[in-house]
């Protein structure tokens, strides 16, 4: 089945560490886009990547890093320099970086939520 | 600086009425409005688009109504059923972009 896979599904955190997220697609999208979801504040962009090799900060990128050597793969790295990484983190794919052309939607993995303890 | 304002923040409704949700924008380089469902510990999924040259688009008991000249676009959900109970994320995207501009969400609370 294709779809898109996040690892894990919780992931703790202490305090200073990095921690990396999984995003893995089988879709053969180009486009791939992390978001942060925090209740009552909707999904807000962290980075995308629309190739391979290159990736545009969103609007909350302070604290994450990304990559994109692979098409199918875009991990996500929460620094420690993320003041307050406890979110709910999902991302997502679409066939085209342009998610405005008709028949183009973003695919959405089941998402990772990440605890600080 | 949200761009993309949802109302109200939370909505139940009875088995079979109907539910409104209603988003505002103020980007008028925004031009594709897609509207997004996600079941708790699910990621979203799209549930129904529409581009500014239409005022209305139906799919099943789905229906997107936009009035371009007050910014505006709503989703209306007919005879509402308890499985229709999720959070209701209304986007934007500017053309020739991939940058999807979501709402805050609104949780849809449909009792049996």
């Known amino acids: 089945d294709g779809g898109i896979t996040q690892s894990p599904k919780y992931l703790f955190r202490k305090e200073g560490q990095n921690v990396t997220l999984s995003c893995e697609q089988n879709?053969?999208?180009?486009?791939m886009y992390w978001y942060r979801q925090d209740p009552g504040q909707g999904l807000r962009l962290i980075y995308y990547?629309?190739?391979?090799?290159?990736?545009q900060k969103g609007d909350i990128a302070e604290g994450y890093s990304v990559s994109r050597e692979k098409k199918e793969s875009f991990p996500l790295t929460v620094t420690s320099a993320q003041k307050n990484p406890t979110a709910f983190y999902l991302c997502?794919?679409?066939?085209?970086?342009?998610?405005?052309?008709?028949?183009?939607?973003?695919?959405f993995g089941q998402g990772t939520r990440l605890t600080v303890v | 600086q949200q761009q993309v304002k949802q109302s109200p923040q939370s909505l139940i409704v009875q088995k079979g009425g109907i539910s409104i949700i209603n988003c505002a924008y103020e980007?008028?380089?925004?031009?594709?409005f897609p509207w997004y469902q996600q079941f708790p510990g699910k990621g979203p999924a799209l549930l129904i688009a529409?581009?500014?040259?239409?005022s209305e688009k139906k799919e099943g008991r789905f229906t997107i109504s936009f009035n371009k000249s007050a910014k505006q676009f709503s989703l209306h959900i007919m005879d509402s059923q308890p499985g229709d109970s999720a959070t209701y994320f209304c986007?934007?995207?500017?053309?020739?972009?991939?940058?999807?501009?979501f709402g805050k969400g609104i949780t849809l609370s449909v009792r049996p």
């Open positions: 980007n008028t380089a925004f031009d594709y």
């Open positions: 986007a934007a995207v500017p053309g020739a972009n991939s940058k999807l501009t």
């Open positions: 990547s629309q190739i391979v090799n290159d990736f």
């Open positions: 879709l053969n999208h180009d486009a």
């Open positions: 529409i581009r500014p040259d239409v």
């Open positions: 997502a794919s679409s066939i085209y970086p342009r998610v405005d052309l008709w028949g183009t939607e973003a695919f």
